[in-house]
């Protein structure tokens, strides 16, 4: 060995040839002495330790918990179990090893044949048909300790790093190890992680039981799980399994006749979707998952040491929010009883009646037909039903397309494109007037040419046509399905049979409902529900607009006390209010002259505390009147959290600052609007609704805690003739406790609204449909005290019934000390030298159902 070396680094003179072979060896034993010491010193930088190997980083939930401590749930970033070799079945094994990892057991961690493989073939010959060199510990190594590599140089580190972390699994575990650690930690979308939770998500089986063709499914979607997703890509899913028994044919772990008898045959998929919603304020937790998100992002919350923010799902913190759940679940209970009832009406005056063709109503805000059926079609579209449809018939096409011409992404699962280039290519024109109409921009409608112009647009409208009929004919076919139900006993849930397009409809005319429960003082919430089931209906409603309506007026009257200092029994004519061109700072360019509802006007003259009672618009119109502007209406409600100063895209604001607001002619939303009444009910000042109380980490330590910001939105005297006039307005009957609220109701009986009150609690509710057209047709139960009043009544005898519950009923709403300066005694009121102590003053004619719509 001495004389080679001397030979190798000896200066003598040799023959050419001997030159070369000398070169060709002192690079071989440099590039081994480079590679080693390569090897050492990368060994020292952040690889995982003997501890860690022992122990892979495990992911910590969340824990959300009531104001109590009581556990509400949990965020985790996966529905996964682990499981031990033992419980695999060994089809699982065998397809696994042929599509991954052929030489499984005879390597260390590196497969150095299938890795010259890739160097020759795919370095050298630039032959990408060689395959990947991975092994299945390698990929272990990439999902239990590397990161997403970057490019370049950091990519090749990442590399080697997952070679030496292949090399120490290897050593510390066995094969058998490897592989059910490895299957434990996959994903298999559908919120399935983990060869248990994919199996039980797919097939309702265990991995132990499942069966050849079952297990080779699952293992082919380890190459890209969304891609060869089996719900939405059936097709494709199928390919890939039968990429993988042929696979094991090869590696000799199937007969060619068996893999004959299963290589076409159906997924058998029997799909349930897992969900960590379970138990109480389900919809609270997932707008919470989103508002925490930002609130760990944010400066206010600390980092981690790393100066990182916290994972939500994976470093175990506890969320201490101010839900109670007690209030929480007789708000459900409160919400299923009321909410039943009133579908029983809205069923029976639908019958035999469809809300996407009936031309009745007189809202012009509601779409027409065409606009109706389009958005039913999109309800179909959205649906997973027809995006295995759309697989089938537009999949490889537009794949072909994208990757041709115009990118990845380019066609949306709703086939908004291929709508609009089909317009295109039967009317010339129709993309440009997209663009002027700023529905498209310029790059998009270039995109959609490039398309036309594609050799295989002719034969996508034909796969397009294709996919309609078979649409069209599959919808409609009647099948048996779960859908929701009220009925008793059934656990919201009830086996029929119907039409996809059936179904559809007879879920979307469920009516829905938006409740929010807040502490006034505080802000805290109390309670939260977004919708009526979370299993069916997941959309929530607490922070969607809508239009408010008639509960919009107390502000108006708030604004002009205030300013005015008007006493409740302040009267004005109950006659048709007209505002002029030119009057005030309205800018008005027309005459406004708003009628009350059914046009009915008593002639006389009616006192604020009767106007708001029965939301008379002419009482309305005549305070801003007074006002001169909806400035100080805007300001009030900007100081009562409503952000008067947001605008939509169009350029309009959210609050309008059209004279038409004093009608509610404005969307917000139910946490906006109980914000807003807390003020009311806490002395005139604003407490910003919260829901988290303070964040800790895995060993308690708190890097988050919430503050109460308080301010003064109206003065206490004003604030308090307002406290009076919402008493008078509920008109409620039955409770113990001291309350105020206001109704609300849109034309058409679109929205039904219920602002209530106490001194504990402030309670928003919102009811109506998900579409605009999914409304009561009458107002028998169509006006916001039907629709949603019963229910603020049902919650609050509830709470006082309740005996573990410190609700105080005998609370009253806070009276400043002393003298107010504004009179609230009508026997002692006078205005303009009269004293208005008449029998007739205030008594106004009676509306039918002592709510007003906005009309």
């Known amino acids: 060995m001495r004389t080679i070396i001397e030979y190798l680094f000896s200066g003598a003179n040799h023959p050419t040839h001997l030159v070369i072979v000398k070169w060709m060896w002192?690079?071989?034993?440099?590039?081994?002495?480079?590679?080693?010491?390569f090897f050492v010193l990368l060994s020292f930088t952040n690889l995982p330790s003997l501890q860690q190997l022992e122990n892979p980083r495990s992911e910590l939930a969340t824990q959300i918990l009531a104001d109590n401590g009581e556990l509400l749930g949990v965020y985790a970033a996966e529905n996964r179990i682990p499981i031990t070799y033992d419980s695999l079945s060994p089809y699982l094994v065998h397809a696994l090893i042929a599509t991954e990892d052929k030489r499984f057991y005879e390597h260390a961690g590196i497969d150095f044949e299938a890795l010259g493989r890739v160097l020759v073939k795919t370095v050298l010959l630039q032959d990408r048909s060689s395959g990947g060199a991975s092994t299945i510990t390698q990929q272990l190594a990439k999902l239990l300790f590397t990161q997403k590599p970057g490019s370049g140089l950091s990519r090749v580190m990442q590399k080697f790093k997952e070679w030496i972390i292949a090399v120490r699994l290897e050593r510390k575990y066995t094969k058998e190890e490897i592989l059910s650690m490895y299957l434990n930690k996959a994903e298999f979308v559908n919120n399935a992680y983990g060869i248990k939770a994919a199996a039980d998500t797919y097939f309702s089986k265990t991995p132990k039981n499942l069966e050849l063709q079952e297990a080779a499914m699952l293992i082919g979607m380890l190459q890209n799980p969304s891609y060869f997703n089996p719900i939405r890509r059936p097709e494709l899913c199928k390919k890939r399994r039968e990429i993988v028994l042929n696979q094991m044919v090869k590696n000799g772990s199937l007969t060619e006749t068996r893999y004959n008898e299963l290589r076409t045959s159906d997924l058998g998929i029997k799909f349930r979707r897992k969900s960590h919603i379970d138990g109480i304020a389900t919809y609270f937790r997932e707008e919470l998952r989103q508002d925490l998100k930002t609130i760990l992002a944010s400066k206010e919350c600390q980092k981690r040491s790393d100066g990182t923010p916290y994972d939500l799902y994976r470093d175990g913190l506890k969320v201490y929010t101010t839900i109670d759940g007690e209030v929480q679940r007789l708000a459900e209970r409160a919400m299923i009883k009321h909410m039943s009832s009133l579908q029983?009406?809205?069923?029976?005056?639908?019958?035999?009646?469809?809300?996407?063709?009936?031309?009745?109503?007189?809202?012009?805000?509601?779409?027409?037909?065409?606009?109706?059926?389009?958005?039913?079609?999109?309800?179909?579209?959205?649906?997973?039903?027809?995006?295995?449809?759309?697989?089938?018939?537009l999949g490889e096409i537009t794949r072909r397309i994208e990757a041709d011409a115009v990118g990845e992404g380019f066609f949306h699962e709703d086939d908004r494109e291929i709508d609009r280039m089909e317009q295109e290519n039967l009317k010339s024109g129709y993309l440009e007037k997209l663009v002027e109409q700023q529905i498209i921009g310029v790059n998009l409608a270039t995109q959609y040419r490039k398309v036309m112009n594609h050799q295989d647009f002719p034969q996508l409208l034909t796969q397009w046509r294709r996919l309609q009929e078979v649409v069209k004919r599959d919808f409609r076919r009647p099948v048996r399905m779960k859908v929701f139900t009220y009925e008793p006993g059934r656990n919201f849930e009830k086996d029929t049979v119907m039409s996809p397009l059936d179904s559809i409809k007879y879920h979307r005319m469920f009516l829905q409902t938006g409740i929010l429960a807040v502490e006034p003082r505080s802000g805290y919430v109390k309670a939260w529900v977004g919708g009526i089931n979370s299993k069916y209906f997941q959309?929530?409603?607490?922070?969607?607009?809508?239009?408010?309506?008639?509960t919009f007026k107390p502000f108006v009257y708030a604004a002009a006390i205030a300013l005015n200092r008007l006493s409740p029994c302040y009267t004005v004519y109950d006659v048709q209010q007209t505002i002029e061109p030119g009057d005030g700072d309205f800018n008005l360019y027309s005459r406004w002259a708003p009628r009350n509802f059914n046009n009915e006007y008593s002639g006389r003259l009616i006192n604020l505390k009767e106007g708001l009672r029965k939301s008379k618009n002419s009482v309305s119109?005549?305070?801003?009147?007074?006002?001169?502007?909806?400035?100080?209406?805007?300001?009030?409600?900007?100081?009562?959290?409503?952000d008067s100063s947001t605008r939509y895209p169009n350029g309009q604001y959210r609050v309008p600052k059209s004279p038409a607001i004093c009608l509610g002619a404005a969307d917000l939303s139910v946490m906006e609007m109980t914000g807003a009444f807390s003020t009311f009910a806490n002395n005139g000042l604003y407490v910003r609704p919260t829901t988290v109380l303070r964040i800790e980490d895995k060993n308690g330590k708190v890097i988050y805690e919430a503050e109460i910001r308080e301010e003064q939105a109206i003065q206490a005297a004003p604030n308090y003739v307002m406290v009076e006039l919402l008493r008078y307005a509920a008109n409620i009957s039955g409770v113990k406790s001291d309350v105020g609220g206001k109704t609300g109701t849109t034309n058409d009986f679109v929205d039904g609204w219920f602002m209530g009150m106490t001194p504990n609690l402030v309670v928003g509710t919102w009811v109506g449909g998900e579409d605009r057209w999914v409304h009561f047709r009458s107002s028998t139960y169509g006006q916001g005290a039907r629709m949603a009043k019963p229910f603020f009544v049902e919650f609050i005898r509830q709470l006082e019934s309740a005996k573990d519950l410190r609700f105080d009923s005998s609370k009253r709403f806070y009276r400043p000390p002393g003298d107010l300066g504004i009179e609230l005694d009508c026997s002692k009121y006078t205005?303009?030298?009269?004293?208005?102590?008449?029998?007739?003053?205030?008594?106004?004619?009676?509306?039918q159902f002592g709510d007003e719509l906005n009309n």
């Open 539 to 550: 959309y929530d409603h607490t922070r969607i607009s809508r239009q408010v309506g008639s």
């Open 831 to 847: 205005q303009g030298g009269l004293n208005l102590n008449d029998p007739g003053v205030g008594a106004g004619k009676e509306d």
């Open 621 to 642: 119109v005549q305070l801003v009147k007074e006002l001169k502007s909806t400035l100080p209406i805007r300001t009030l409600v900007h100081a009562m959290g409503i």
């Open 26 to 37: 002192r690079l071989t034993l440099y590039g081994l002495l480079f590679g080693f010491l």
């Open 344 to 393: 029983k009406a809205f069923w029976n005056e639908w019958r035999g009646k469809d809300p996407w063709t009936y031309k009745g109503g007189s809202d012009a805000n509601i779409p027409q037909v065409p606009t109706r059926t389009a958005a039913l079609e999109n309800n179909v579209r959205a649906t997973d039903r027809y995006q295995v449809l759309r697989d089938i018939y």
